[in-house]
């Protein structure tokens, strides 16, 4: 692999080559789908977890850089211009070196892909030390002038909670799963989400609960005021494809 981004520090080539699976993302007030996330794949065959286990400091870089580039150009190829949804892109703060420089093979391949900047969300989370949160908020600062959308993911796992997103200000936050796994039988799930629901109405921040894998789930979050889901409820992932939301998962959402 060509290294891709000349802006970014000096490193090694990822050595693996990547393709991505696309799961929709629903807007339970519609039916329809808000966007599709890009989850990593090889393309071998390999789950993301053996992706990511090739992933080091050297090759970072490229790494994030390659996600970029397959996300939208699977995307494309997959149809996702045919509809108004939106991409959902993840992202490594840590290879992040220049957040100007470094988005601009991201801008180029849109553009000759024909997808515009605004439908781009990218997110981020803390699983590692992700560096000095000057540096973050430059990057959020950067891709906010840009027009992307700026999400947390797995809000409410580890340290991507209420001081990030204090700090960050991001446009959308992720429920991490561990929040909505069983919440119909847990109030103390319940009392959390409710609060999240209402500290995001009040700032203006979207939310989405991932992992939804039950009609229980699915039913009590939008009771509660969630109104986008994701999750084996509605789709399972699909490689290089745009999979449709399962019918009667809406059927029972309206």
């Known amino acids: 692999m060509t290294r891709i981004c000349t802006g970014c520090r000096d490193g090694a080539d990822f050595p693996v080559a990547i393709t991505m699976a696309f799961q929709p993302i629903v807007d339970t007030l519609t039916g ?15 789950g993301a977890a053996e992706v990511l286990a090739r992933v080091t400091d050297s090759n970072r870089y490229a790494f994030d850089q ?3 580039v397959s996300a939208i150009e699977c995307a494309v190829a997959a149809g996702i211009l045919d509809t108004p949804a939106l991409l959902s892109i993840n992202f490594l703060p840590n290879a992040v070196y220049s957040p100007l420089a470094c ?3 991201t801008l180029s391949t849109a553009k ?4 515009p900047a605004e439908r781009l969300v990218f997110e981020f989370t803390e699983n590692e030390h992700m560096g000095s949160p000057s540096h973050v908020l430059g990057i959020i600062d950067t891709y906010k002038r840009i027009g992307f959308t700026v999400a947390i993911d797995d809000f409410g796992a580890g340290h991507s909670g209420l001081g990030m997103f204090a700090r960050f200000t991001p446009d ?3 429920l991490d799963m561990e929040l909505v796994r069983g919440i119909d039988g847990d109030p103390r799930r319940r009392a959390i989400v409710r609060g999240v629901v209402a500290m995001c109405a009040e700032l203006g921040t979207i939310i989405v609960a991932e992992g939804i894998e039950t009609e229980g789930e699915a039913a009590t979050l939008r009771e509660l005021g969630v109104r986008y889901h994701q999750g084996f409820w509605y789709a399972r992932p699909a490689l290089a494809a745009l999979p449709a939301i399962c019918e009667s998962a809406l059927g029972r959402a309206a």
């Not at 000759?112 to 997808?115: A, E, R």
């Open 32 to 46: 329809g789908v808000f966007a599709y996330e890009a989850l990593l794949r090889g393309a071998d065959g390999a």
């Open 66 to 68: 390659a996600c970029r």
């Open 103 to 105: 988005i601009q093979l």
């Open 112 to 115: 000759v892909t024909g997808l």
């Open 172 to 174: 959308e936050i992720k």
